[in-house]
């Protein structure tokens, strides 16, 4: 399953499960992440049309309408780590029964996440090589986009700053210059500290064995991370994130990473 931005052709990431594992494929950066987990069994996927129908069977309170073109249900989800999204709507066609969006709510019932579906094959024909991690990676990497500026944009590196720090604070902020990229450590202290690390590289690396996680993957909305208990790790626009604390929960690491938005202020 590929996941593209619309805004950065570049960031699209592909999951995959196989045999030997599930794995989170990033082209771009030419990385990959290895999960030994029950996904998608374990979790709401809003993306997977047997998920959406499992959330709908499973939840007794389920609500339900029908529009002009759209069955629309109202579920609770089942995300592990993340409670500030505990509901979803989910739009029907009436025609071919097939999913068309799906919104991911908020406590408030805000729309928070939304999947569009512009097509829905019913039949698909997989080959063997379609599940092989090396060729699935070489495709991907062939087929990135070349862009005309590609040093000047590669090389810059544009600091984030979480918008959501569970009371912390940002005491220090370390600026290190790699031999082809930069890397950016800031330190946030307070009862739950942490600290977070933004690196951006202008060579791709040479892929390596899928980094093990013993954790889960997670959707971030933006991107999808690997969490483990005390660290999370993403990647967004070329740029390479990782989170890690002794004091912020599961939910709290994914709060964080989800508010990674804000540009310093100067």
């Known amino acids: 399953m590929s996941l593209d931005s619309d805004q950065d052709k570049k960031s699209n990431q592909i999951i995959l499960k196989n045999n030997d594992g599930v794995y989170v494929l990033t082209p771009s950066l030419n990385k990959s992440f290895k999960f030994q987990t029950e996904w998608p069994d374990n979790s709401s996927q809003p993306y997977l049309f047997q998920s959406l129908v499992k959330d709908i069977k499973k939840d007794k309170d389920a609500t339900f309408k029908a529009t002009d073109k759209h069955y629309v249900f109202q579920t609770k989800t089942n995300y592990q780590s993340n409670n500030n999204l505990p509901f979803q709507e989910i739009y029907i066609d009436k025609k071919t029964y097939t999913p068309v969006m799906v919104k991911v709510l908020d406590k408030d019932k805000k729309s928070l996440v939304e999947v569009k579906f512009q097509n829905f094959d019913l039949d698909p024909s997989f080959k063997k090589k379609d599940f092989v991690l090396k060729d699935i990676m070489t495709s991907a990497v062939a087929e990135l986009p070349v862009s005309k500026n590609q040093d000047n944009e590669t090389d810059s590196l544009t600091v984030f700053f979480p918008e959501f720090t569970a009371g912390a604070e940002l005491a220090e902020k370390q600026e290190i210059n790699l031999a082809d990229g ?82 310093e202020v100067k």
């Open 182 to 263: 930069k890397r950016v450590i800031m330190s946030y202290t307070g009862e739950k500290g942490f600290t977070l690390i933004q690196e951006k590289k202008a060579s791709q690396e040479t892929m390596s064995y899928p980094k093990q996680v013993d954790g889960e993957l997670v959707n971030l909305g933006k991107s999808i991370g690997a969490l483990s208990d005390k660290s999370l790790e993403w990647t967004e626009n070329g740029t390479n994130y990782i989170l890690a604390s002794e004091q912020l929960t599961k939910e709290e690491l994914i709060q964080v990473a989800e508010s990674v938005a804000g540009k």
